[in-house]
């Protein structure tokens, strides 16, 4: 059950992250142009810290301690923005937040592929306790905020880090590894140079990235359509379900496709999703293009993970999941500032451009199919 709790205070903090923490910078006197600057700056840490944890965990086979290590700074940094103020200062602490806390979720995944096998675990129901957490904690703070104001959600936060370093003390290490060799930078870039994981960036991260382009939009093209906030809630509530749904039967799935495959009908689902979303914000098409969410981001991540275990050495996971993380980040603040360009020409746009984006994804996926079925005819 370790991995269990522990991911779901994992993505308590992620959904707190990313709903209310905006919200919070607004009522500290910070302004949308600053916010927006925050979160820019934010993303663009992301890309440089995630590489430089994994490869730092995978050369000093350190990985919990260091998860450990961050997620109380973590903590530290959320309790330092209670007593914050002036935009600059929770500014400056909202991104020293930000950067500590960046490499937490390919970290805690780099520790949770390599074992799978020895703790009997399956990756999909593992990560469904995450999503469960998001509607969860989605919840519970917005109930919160509307009661008591934004100022309680630095301290639902702070706490959650609290629970999530207490329960990463039960986390396993790290998987033993058979190299007996150092793990050198050098070394990193070789395990990582090779075809199939620069196919997997070029399709699943590709892929993921364009979420990013829902959760900066989605609302308001779902505004402009005269939804309600409590519709719109319900449309994100479909989404998660149909993903925890993926989650859960991520071990069928991956007994029977290989991740190739897997992610390859992710990014198929993806032309469709946003292809329909741009083209329609009727409710039976946006019903539809939510249930596609259990695909698009449940299925694909379900992917990534059976590619890492079966072609990355345990050695190395830290680094490939810290290098996915950061090629992830990257392409999705890029899709963020040509998606701002094009909504001031409808935000339909946005999502024909992102449904564009995925077709070059599943391009990228086939070739990994077809680089899967070589292997698979290749004599060992």
């Known amino acids: 059950m370790a991995f269990y709790a522990y991911y779901f205070a994992l993505y308590a903090q992620v959904a ?20 927006g600057a925050c979160l820019a700056l934010a993303s663009a840490l992301a890309v440089v810290v995630n590489p430089l944890v ?40 909202y991104l020293a937040l ?9 970290l805690s995944e780099s520790i949770l592929i390599a074992n799978l096998a020895a703790y009997r675990l399956e990756f999909g129901r593992v990560r469904a306790w995450g999503s469960a957490s998001v509607v969860a904690t989605t919840l519970l703070c917005g109930f919160l905020v509307d009661k008591t104001g ?6 639902v936060l702070t706490l959650v880090l609290v629970l999530q370093a207490g329960l990463s ?25 090779n075809r199939g994981f620069l196919l997997l960036l070029a399709s699943a991260a590709i892929s993921q990235a364009c979420h990013s382009l829902f959760y900066a939009y989605s609302t308001f093209r779902w505004l402009g359509a005269e939804y309600s906030t409590f519709q719109i809630g319900l449309f ?3 989404g998660v379900a149909a993903e925890i749904v993926a989650f859960a039967f991520g071990s069928r799935i991956t007994g029977r496709l290989s991740p190739g495959m897997i992610i390859s009908i992710g990014c198929l689902a993806g032309v469709v999703r946003w292809g329909t979303f ?41 680094s490939a999941t810290g290098s996915y993380a950061a090629a992830t980040g990257l392409l999705g603040s890029l899709f963020i500032l040509v998606g701002g360009q094009l ?7 946005v999502f024909l451009f992102a449904s564009i984006v995925c077709v070059l994804a599943l391009t990228s996926a086939l070739l990994m199919v077809r680089l899967e079925k070589q292997a698979a005819l290749t004599p060992a």
Do not use: C
């Open 343 to 349: 909504y001031a020409g409808g935000s339909g746009q």
């Open 54 to 93: 994994g490869g730092t965990a995978d050369r000093t086979r350190s990985n919990k301690a260091i998860l450990f290590g961050l997620i109380v700074l973590a903590a530290l940094a959320a309790a330092a923005m209670l007593a914050a103020t002036g935009p600059l200062l929770v500014a400056g602490i």
């Open 98 to 106: 930000r950067f500590v806390s960046a490499p937490l979720i390919p």
């Open 150 to 155: 934004p100022a309680i959600i630095v301290i």
């Open 278 to 318: 741009g083209s329609s914000t009727e409710l039976v098409p946006t019903v539809l293009m939510q249930l596609l969410q259990g695909a698009t981001l449940g299925l694909t991540q379900v992917g990534v993970a059976a590619y890492l275990r079966a072609q990355v050495a345990p050695h190395f996971l830290a």
């Open 16 to 35: 707190i992250g990313i709903t209310f923490m905006p919200l919070w910078l607004r009522s500290s006197g910070l302004s949308v142009q600053e916010i």
């Open 236 to 238: 994100w509530t479909i």
């Open 169 to 193: 003390g039960a986390l396993p290490g790290r998987a033993q590894s058979p190299a007996t060799d150092p793990v050198t930078t050098s070394a990193i870039a070789r395990a990582l140079r």
